[in-house]
């Protein structure tokens, strides 16, 4: 039996493939907490969160510009499918969520495509989808890129238009430390 | 300033109020961890499960014939707006909830209307819920109602005909004790 499947009942998974970008990756520890090259198997109820908290979060980036819950995962089924999907749900109100071409404020959510790429401040994130035939479980895997995944063109975005500069409009004039999220 | 406004902000809050019937509700304590008449404040980005598992449900009904996680609540906003919304989400494996003529399967979701009726197994639960201006925080409120929600004829309801005697189709012949939603 291969990891891809449920060692109970042998259903192969659903799986989210994410691999991660940002510029100064190297330098500092912000993915140190994110396992890569490993498969995690999930519960399919569980609202997976993204962020800084370490409590609230299931996948953590030690980054003070990340809020304490960034965006979260979580999975659904459409009506008379047996398909799962992933919902994101932009969970900062300080910082918009980017998938593909669309901007997500707080607590706007969108169904993901099989293929996307997120974007949050100088982080990108390209999503990929497997289908599986467990409703009970999935799996995420994790890789991180060394370059950029728009600049590959690879993925060909129209990139919004900034106000002020690239990436100003990512990040707002709030403060990092507010506490929004707060439990 | 009241109970319905933010204390820092003085917004006013978004509220859920939730009239439960189960028919037994005076012979057995199903009931007995759910404040009523009381208003909780929750942060907006929080999941709320309602469901048997304490460690994981925020309201709990203590009877075995409810799932682990029965259904979930989320708030959301729709893209331009500033009204939160709710959505509801079935987490159980064994048993459909019914959001007034909508039959939701293992993971299937729906956006509540302002006003509706729940029902899973022997529960019904009418929601009724009030806009605030809060999108940080939202309130719930939960009522007993001695009497059955669909007989007062308040809410005519096209009641699915269950094939095999009343209430028969809300309850499937899986076993009661299965380790659905086990984390």
Known sequence: MSSFEDA???????????????????????????????????????????????????????DKQVSRIQ????????????????????????????????????????KLPPKCILRFGDYQCLVE???????????TQFALSPTCLLQENLWPLRMPVPENGPQSTLYSTLPTEMDENEL
Chains 1, 2 share one sequence.
């Open 71 to 110: 965006f979260s995962l979580q999975l659904f089924r459409d009506f008379n499918s047996s398909v799962l999907s992933f919902e994101i749900k932009n969970m900062s109100q300080k910082t918009s969520l980017i998938v593909d071409n669309h901007e997500l404020g707080y607590l706007n959510k969108v």
């Open 129 to 139: 989808k497997q289908d599986g035939e467990s409703l009970t479980f999935f799996e």
């Open 8 to 62: 109970d009942t042998e259903e192969t998974l659903t799986c989210l493939q994410m691999t991660l970008y940002h510029p100064d990756h190297l330098q500092t520890g912000r993915f140190q907490a994110i396992r890569f090259c490993h498969r995690e198997k999930l519960p399919s109820h569980k609202v997976v969160n993204f962020g800084r908290h370490s409590s609230t979060c299931h996948y953590i980036f030690q």
